[in-house]
């Protein structure tokens, strides 16, 4: 294991920041990995699984067993990790500007179709090395006004030359479940099988920019803008959702430690034999067919339903109890389907998102993430 120290725009003259960056097996070496944990700084299970994934590598280097490259940066989001708010810690926005910090990445398509116009040729793996170079050049000349700026430039710089890109996350109270790009369902379908997920959430397009999807998505959109030329899909990237924020354990972790190891085999940037792949919990489904289940009044939440739980339309997920009058509202589905995640809070404003249901019908347009 190779550890640098990235330094990193500074907070203020004097407030320093540095990312830290694992590198495992040869630089150069294929297939590439890029790992990340804790970009929403306060999602501590993804943390969590690469602190075992990081000793589980370093025993599998120490064996002459990792055949490609892995990048792996435990925590990835210093800004995030250092914001508190009385006390409650704030890792999903930056406190400076209220931006999500997965969101806002360099949408590099325009530039790179222009920088590679004339120079694809019909050999595929040419064709990816091209887009790989002209990704890398376009991103560096990304301008940036700030230090999430820096931060989300420097992740993505990282990332964006790997074959295969897993940014771990969690939810608020939630089952394992992941999402990718819809071209990507074939090749993380092993993963969402040994994680155990119960939803495999796909998109072309989610909104706004997310870090995984300024990994994948250009090689979709260049594919589809150049159909005369060979372009393999050059990058597949998922988000992980391991469980809701309080699920941290050894057992948890470990396990998801194991299930990316397993698939990382199978892939074969691990050497090892290729290990059996369970049947998989969930099929992927469109990420516009994720519905929300909203609040249809103000008062205190009681859940009837738990995460993982399969359920149909109209079903009541749970009650809201208005604390001065005692009436009860039910909050139902809209959507037959399994209830993936869940709000932790316990009172709600009416509209409040408080589940989000994936179903089969992809119903909603627009932006198809959550703030
Ligand atoms: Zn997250």
């Known amino acids: 294991m190779k550890t640098e120290q990235i330094a990193l725009s500074p907070l203020a003259p004097g407030a320093n920041l540095s990312l830290t960056v694992h590198r495992f097996g040869e630089a150069g070496a294929r297939p590439k990995v890029y790992i990340q944990a804790a970009l929403h700084a306060d999602e501590i299970p993804g943390m969590i699984a690469a602190h075992h994934l990081r000793e589980r590598f370093k025993a599998l280097e120490a064996e002459g067993r990792i055949k490609g490259e892995i990048i792996l940066v435990p925590s990835a989001n210093p800004i995030g990790l250092a914001q508190k708010v009385l006390g409650e810690p704030v890792g999903r926005f930056d406190l400076s500007n209220g931006m999500n910090f997965n969101r806002g990445y360099a949408y590099l398509v325009p530039k790179v179709a222009e920088r590679i116009k004339g120079k694809l040729t019909k050999d595929g793996q040419a064709n990816v090395r091209l887009i790989r170079e002209a990704m890398s050049a376009e991103l560096a000349a990304w301008p940036t006004h700030n230090a999430a700026d820096v931060l989300k430039k420097t992740l993505l710089g990282l990332a964006i ?75 597949h990237s998922t988000t992980l959702e391991f469980r809701g924020e309080g699920d941290v354990t050894h057992e948890f972790a470990k396990a998801d430690a194991a299930a990316v190891l397993a698939y990382l085999t199978l892939r074969g940037v691990v050497a090892g034999e290729a290990p059996a792949v369970r049947q998989a919990l969930c099929t992927p489904t469109p990420l516009a067919a994720s519905e929300p289940v909203p609040s249809p009044a103000t008062g205190m939440v009681v859940f009837r339903a738990e995460p993982g739980a399969r359920v149909k339309a109209g079903d009541v997920i749970a009650e809201i109890i208005d604390p001065l009058t005692g009436d009860v509202t039910p909050a139902r589905s809209e959507a037959d389907g399994v209830m993936f995640a869940r709000i932790l809070l316990r009172f709600a404003t009416k509209g409040m998102r408080l589940a989000k249901v994936a179903g089969t019908d992809a119903r909603r347009t627009g932006k198809l993430l959550s703030a």
């Open 161 to 235: 030359e790997a074959d295969v890109v897993l940014d771990m996350h969690c939810d608020s109270e939630a089952v394992v479940h992941l999402y990718s790009h819809t071209r990507s369902a074939e090749e993380f379908a092993p993963l969402s099988a040994l994680l155990g997920a119960h939803a495999f959430l796909l998109a072309d397009e989610s909104g706004d920019d997310p870090f995984d999807e300024a990994c994948s998505r250009p090689w979709a959109e260049l594919a589809d803008r150049f159909p005369e030329h060979p372009i393999p899909f050059g990058c």
